[in-house]
Nanobody, 116 residues
């Protein structure tokens, strides 16, 4: 079972940037490199939604609401997944969760607040 720990959230003004990190443990580097990793978010009063996916090192997917502003990446040697978030908007506010698709593992979440 993969364990996931997110970090990097905080308070940022509209137009600002944040980089979220997700550290994975419980798997080898070779196994981790084959895993499909996802970032979800849950805004206040909203359902949890998929934000970005990375499979292997080339395949990525983004929701329409973040496409062109967010970038998902991974460092397999460090067993880390990142979400670079640029040009943040108030509607990006929420708790961001890291997820491993196949095992269904979730992190505890990290709060992102975009407000002036």
């Amino acid at each position: 079972q993969v364990q996931l720990v997110e970090s990097g959230g905080g308070l940022v003004q509209p137009g600002g940037s944040l980089r979220l990190s997700c550290e994975a443990s419980g798997s080898s580097e070779s196994v981790f490199s084959s895993l499909t990793m996802r970032w979800y978010r849950q805004g206040p009063g909203k359902e949890r939604e998929l934000v970005a996916t990375i499979a292997g090192i080339r395949y990525t997917y983004y929701s329409d609401s973040v496409k062109g502003r967010f970038t998902i990446s991974r460092d397999n040697a460090k067993k880390m997944v990142y979400l670079q978030m640029n040009n943040l908007k108030p509607e990006d506010t929420g708790v961001y969760y890291c997820n491993q698709r196949d095992s269904g593992s979730w992190g505890q979440g990290t709060q992102v607040t975009v407000s002036s």
